[in-house]
T-cell receptor, first 118, second 112 residues
Framework: GAVVSQHPSRVICKSGTSVKIECRSLDFQATTMFWYRQFPKQSLMLMATSNEGSKATYEQGVEKDKFLINHASLTLSTLTVTSAHPEDSSFYIC??????????????FGPGTRLTVL | DQQVKQNSPSLSVQEGRISILNCDYTNSMFDYFLWYKKYPAEGPTFLISISSIKDKNEDGRFTVFLNKSAKHLSLHIVPSQPGDSAVYFCAATTSGTYKYIFGTGTRLKVLA
């Protein structure tokens, strides 16, 4: 149980284009989903917290207009990197919490998406 | 400001021996801690967690110890197996914030 999928697993795009990444909880409903990015040999950095049916909460320093998050259903959240630039190249990982994301609720992670912007 | 630190970037252990991975934190408000295992190009996999009301939690070969006064936790894997070779991240969070703070990871290599 508690499987989270991401699509695509890898994407290469030209600078200036937009890229959409999907995150799905396959066998449970996720009230809260989280988006992280990880640079090589660094920690996972939380970008935003996404709650179904409401606006995402972004971490300090994360541009909400650049990283659009939509949590349209209890099993799907999407991250759109708009007008991508080479510095946006990174490993993006989503996670989902089984019941609202409070302490004690474990986050289950997707396999990640490697974005390369040329 | 790195609130969660894993000071050992790598660790090598012989198969069958104990692996001890360490994690230190600075924020005394953290009250829930987790360990994740990660393979290259994959998302982290949950291993084990511990609440601040406990000082030990055990699950099979994995045991997590928490020393609140020292703001230190450790993950013990015994016996270590080659399949345990991966990067291990510790994470900490505070009740109600929903936010995990991750350490930088320790790469464990279990030698056959």
């Amino acid at each position: 149980g508690a499987v989270v999928s991401q699509h695509p697993s890898r994407v290469i795009c030209k600078s200036g284009t937009s890229v959409k990444i999907e995150c799905r909880s396959l066998d449970f409903q996720a009230t809260t989903m989280f988006w992280y990015r990880q640079f090589p040999k660094q920690s996972l950095m939380l970008m935003a917290t996404s709650n179904e049916g409401s606006k995402a909460t972004y971490e300090q320093g994360v541009e909400k207009d650049k990283f659009l998050i939509n949590h349209a259903s209890l099993t799907l959240s999407t991250l759109t990197v708009t007008s991508a630039h080479p510095e946006d190249s990174s490993f993006y990982i989503c996670s989902a919490s089984l019941s609202g994301g409070s302490t004690g609720d474990t986050q289950y992670f997707g396999p990640g998406t490697r974005l390369t912007v040329l | 400001d790195q609130q969660v630190k894993q000071n050992s970037p790598s660790l090598s252990v012989q198969e069958g021996r104990i692996s001890i991975l360490n994690c230190d934190y600075t924020n005394s408000m953290f009250d829930y801690f987790l360990w994740y295992k990660k393979y290259p190009a994959e998302g982290p996999t949950f291993l084990i967690s511990i609440s601040s009301i406990k000082d030990k939690n055990e699950d099979g070969r994995f045991t997590v110890f928490l020393n609140k006064s020292a703001k230190h936790l450790s993950l013990h894997i015994v016996p270590s197996q080659p399949g345990d070779s991966a990067v291990y991240f510790c994470a900490a969070t505070t009740s109600g914030t929903y936010k995990y703070i991750f350490g930088t990871g320790t790469r464990l290599k279990v030698l056959a």
